[in-house]
């Protein structure tokens, strides 16, 4: 074997210890790359304070590979260096003249197409963070007619014996997600993930991101993400304490004055690297078994982590590079202003985009059922609405956020992800938030001064996507409902959508 110096390069979303270029890496030989580089931080503008939490996160994790006896070559925005990862690595393969490069595969196609074109050569291994291999997904797939997350997730249940008697599921069914669909309760006694104070290195940190990226969506202020495995350790601990029990009851619900209600908020965490997804799935599984939190509840959240999160990046890497520019329904909307904070009279819309630009966070039945079901609705471009989630989430990587957007919420890919499109009208947003008591507009309205924008959309976009959905057995009831209405009220909705949508299109303030 040679004892030639090589590279390793970690990602600010790579922050784990056991990570699998690490791993091969030898510490008496090897050099540690790590860089804060402009091109990351603007493919999208990302929002301020995800590039803070990864920056502050990235220093802290540099010190911590130091102290476990790596040498590590760390650039920092602010000192001399290049734009991009490659240019990094070609920079430091010429300061520590070595000859090749070992890396954690990238969460996005384009990083690993920048890495396979590097001049200095990268030998990229497997990112075994996940329970699934690409291997063991593609195999899953191979000769299924529909890639349901269901299966996937028992599949991933038995590998992990997560939840298991023996053979069969705890609590004798794998899913109690209809115990989890309890409307937005009167009170919270939770208060929300724990916060952690900036320290002078986070505070340098934003000041450095204030002044550099202060022009991105999205503010600085108030920041309190973790910014150590240790910190994010205490946040999950936190959370399984203090929230998880009533994590299954009000998954989706929406309340005003409460953006997390009984959420982990831990999704930066383990998407960076600083927590483990099995770890946090054996902490809730203990509550489960001690007794202090419910089988719906613990279910629930373990089903999003093994089940959606991993079958979600099976997705991802299945389809390929081409998925991201899918677009079944044919949409080609420009995104309204609004999601970049412009005014809205629509109360539900506007709690979570100002969740959004305040914290980089807004839970998942406010993107999947607000702005993603108006984008859909609206018939917005799904690049577009992907864009933007790409961006304005601390938690956003594309290999999570693609399939999620593209396929979950705005159906572009045609039914790979769901069987069928996540549309709402008023009435759900009535039903699962109190948003629409405080609202300019009346949500029993349907048509004429004051209309719900989403009662008069719905229908538009049932009607207009007629030949495709039709005959899907899950929205035929809906189509039958639309049929028996009134033949001159259809003819208003689909009217007043129709202008609703233009003056949207035009700058008018919905
Ligand atoms: P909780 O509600 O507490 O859930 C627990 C954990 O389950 C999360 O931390 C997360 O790790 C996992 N999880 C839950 N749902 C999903 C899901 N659908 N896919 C993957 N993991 C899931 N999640 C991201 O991590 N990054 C994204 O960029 C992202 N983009 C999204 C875009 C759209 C349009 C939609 C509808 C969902 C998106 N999600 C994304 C999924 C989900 O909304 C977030 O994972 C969740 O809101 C994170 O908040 P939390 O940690 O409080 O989650
Ligand atoms: C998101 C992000 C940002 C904002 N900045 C950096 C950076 O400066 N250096 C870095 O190594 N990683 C950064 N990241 C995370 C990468 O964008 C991420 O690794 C890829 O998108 C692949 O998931």
Same mark, same amino acid.
């Given at each position: 074997m040679s004892d030639k110096r090589r590279l390793i390069l970690v990602l600010g979303? +790579?922050?784990?210890?056991?990570?699998s270029a690490l791993r091969e890496g030898d510490k008496d030989r090897d050099v540690v790359v790590m860089a804060e580089v402009a091109d990351e931080a603007t493919y999208v503008k990302h929002h301020p304070k995800k590039i803070a939490f990864l920056f502050a996160a990235m220093r802290k994790f540099a010190r911590a590979l130091e102290e476990d006896g790596w040498q590590v070559a760390y650039r920092r925005l602010?000192?001399? !260096? =290049?734009?991009?990862i490659c240019g990094e690595l070609l920079r430091r393969a010429e300061e520590f003249d070595a000859h090749e490069v070992l890396a954690t595969e990238p969460g996005e196609f384009r990083l690993i197409e920048a890495l396979e074109n590097c001049p200095v050569p990268v030998h990229m291994f497997g990112d075994?963070?996940?329970?699934?291999?690409h291997a063991e997904f593609e195999d899953w797939a191979e000769g299924r007619k529909a890639l349901r997350m269901e299966y996937f997730y028992r599949e991933m249940r038995r590998k992990t014996g997560?939840?298991?008697?023996g053979d069969d599921p705890a609590g004798g069914k &794998? /899913?109690?997600?209809? $115990? /989890?669909?309890?409307?937005?309760?009167? $009170?919270?006694t939770h208060k929300g993930p724990l916060r952690f104070d900036p320290d002078e290195e986070v505070q340098e940190v934003l000041d450095l991101v204030g002044a550099r990226?202060?022009?991105?969506?999205? =503010?600085?202020? !108030?920041f309190f993400f973790a910014t150590t495995r240790e910190q994010a350790l205490e946040a999950m601990t936190d959370f399984m304490k203090n929230a998880l029990a009533r994590f299954g009851d009000y998954q989706d619900a929406m309340l005003t004055d409460q953006r &997390?209600? @009984?959420?982990?908020?831990l999704s930066p965490y383990i998407n960076a690297g600083l927590l483990n997804p099995l770890e946090v799935c054996q902490a809730a599984e203990a509550e489960y078994k001690a007794g202090r939190a419910p089988i719906n509840a613990v279910e629930g959240f373990i089903r999003q982590i093994i089940g959606w999160r991993e079958y979600v990046r099976g997705i991802y890497f299945l389809k390929g590079?081409?998925?991201?520019? /899918?677009n079944a329904l044919g949409h080609g909307r420009k995104l309204p202003a609004f999601y970049w904070g412009a005014e809205t009279r629509m109360k539900c819309v506007e709690c979570a985009v100002t969740s959004t630009q305040q914290e980089a966070y807004a839970h998942h039945i406010q993107r999947l059922m607000i702005t993603g079901n108006f984008a859909l609705l609206a018939g917005v471009d799904p690049a577009e609405v992907h864009e933007w989630y790409l961006a304005v989430y601390?938690?956003? @990587?594309e290999w999570v956020e693609a399939p999620n957007t593209i396929?979950?919420?705005?159906f572009a890919d045609g039914g790979v992800l769901g069987s069928k499109p996540y549309v709402s009208s008023g009435s759900y947003i009535n039903r699962m938030s109190d948003h629409c008591k405080s609202?300019? @507009? %009346?949500?029993?309205?349907? %048509?004429? +001064?004051?209309?719900?924008p989403f009662n008069l959309l719905y229908w538009h976009f049932l009607d207009r996507h007629r030949e495709r959905f039709e005959k899907n057995p899950r929205m035929g009831n809906m189509y039958r409902t639309w049929d028996k209405m009134d033949a001159d009220h259809r003819e208003t909705v689909l009217q007043e959508a129709d202008s609703l949508l233009r003056s949207m299109d035009q700058g008018g303030v919905v």
């Open positions: 979303d +790579q922050l784990s210890m056991d990570l602010d000192q001399d !260096g =290049s734009d991009s075994d963070r996940f329970l699934a291999s997560l939840l298991m008697d &794998w /899913n109690f997600d209809h $115990e /989890n669909r309890k409307p937005a309760p009167d $009170e919270v990226f202060g022009k991105h969506f999205g =503010s600085l202020d !108030g &997390w209600l @009984y959420h982990s908020i590079p081409d998925y991201m520019a /899918n601390a938690d956003a @990587y396929g979950m919420s705005q609202c300019h @507009y %009346t949500v029993s309205k349907k %048509t004429g +001064q004051g209309a719900c």
